[in-house]
T-cell receptor
Framework: DQQVKQNSPSLSVQEGRISILNCDYTNSMFDYFLWYKKYPAEGPTFLISISSIKDKNEDGRFTVFLNKSAKHLSLHIVPSQPGDSAVYFCAAADGGSQGNLIFGKGTKLSVKP | DTGVSQNPRHKITKRGQNVTFRCDPISEHNRLYWYRQTLGQGPEFLTYFQNEAQLEKSRLLSDRFSAERPKGSFSTLEIQRTEQGDSAMYLC??????????FGSGTRLTVV
């Protein structure tokens, strides 16, 4: 049973528009959430994170929103750029697990020029 | 320090052979993690070290798998009697007390 779900395998967006990637989780013990970006043949690269005590975290073009009651988080990329084309993974951690991250299956984002 | 380094980048082996991968973490990081990623899936946790102590193992880590971190620096992951189902990308990550979680580029294993 997947504890972290990314229900959209792919997303296509025009350059300059907003990309919204969604993630749902089932484990209420998760208290820290991360987004990673992955290019083919490379390891995941950390993008942005959010603690469960916050509902929003922003870093440049990237903003993560957390809705704890809905067990839902989203990553917004504004404006989207062709270099953002990659697979995006949502990950969650339970503070008691000491760093064992639970990943979703990923969403492949394509940003078209 | 250029980040988490994994060797080899690619490994092709025949079924039944043993393979060993190496991970060199960021030098000041005390925690080291191994993950496995198969096609269409996100990375799945395998095991985790704090310094030289192996503190957690996933049920995915069968008895054919063994990981070590003898001096609390680099780590090795060995798979004995490889099976085709072991074909995957093996990812290593490191952190300092959970902060600065950084992945390496991975070792892609193909079992033929």
């Amino acid at each position: 049973d997947q504890q972290v779900k990314q229900n959209s395998p792919s997303l296509s967006v025009q350059e300059g528009r907003i990309s919204i990637l969604n993630c749902d989780y089932t484990n209420s013990m998760f208290d820290y959430f991360l987004w990673y970006k992955k290019y083919p043949a490379e390891g995941p690269t950390f993008l942005i994170s959010i603690s469960s005590i916050k509902d929003k975290n922003e870093d440049g073009r990237f903003t993560v929103f957390l809705n704890k009651s809905a067990k839902h988080l989203s990553l917004h990329i504004v404006p989207s750029q062709p270099g953002d084309s990659a697979v995006y993974f949502c990950a969650a951690a339970d503070g008691g697990s000491q760093g064992n991250l639970i990943f979703g299956k990923g969403t492949k984002l394509s940003v078209k020029p | 320090d250029t980040g988490v380094s994994q060797n080899p980048r690619h490994k092709i082996t025949k079924r039944g052979q043993n393979v060993t991968f190496r991970c060199d973490p960021i030098s000041e990081h005390n925690r080291l993690y191994w993950y496995r990623q198969t096609l269409g899936q996100g990375p799945e946790f395998l095991t985790y070290f704090q310094n030289e102590a192996q503190l957690e193992k996933s049920r995915l880590l069968s008895d054919r798998f063994s990981a070590e971190r003898p001096k609390g620096s680099f780590s090795t992951l060995e798979i004995q009697r490889t099976e085709q189902g072991d074909s995957a990308m093996y990812l290593c990550a490191s952190s300092f007390e959970g902060d600065g979680y950084t992945f390496g580029s991975g070792t892609r294993l193909t079992v033929v």
